[in-house]
């Protein structure tokens, strides 16, 4: 797996994979689809209970 990351982002080297993991476990197991999409980004639409927008956060 190729592990891309900006040239801006601050986290240390050493926890980038890390990061870039548990983005993808939270894509795996809560994305239910997204709104709008533009070269700026788009929005995610994620399921999840209370506390659920706190965690990702």
């Not at 050493?14 to 990061?19: A, N, S």
């Not at 689809?33 to 209970?49: A, I």
């Amino acid at each position: 797996m190729t592990i891309w990351v900006p040239a801006s982002c601050t986290l240390p080297t050493t926890e980038q994979p890390l990061r870039v993991a548990e983005f993808d476990a939270l894509f795996a197991e809560r994305l239910t689809g997204r709104r709008g999409r533009s070269r700026c980004g788009c929005s995610v639409v994620l399921t999840g209970g209370p506390g659920m927008e706190d965690s990702v956060r």
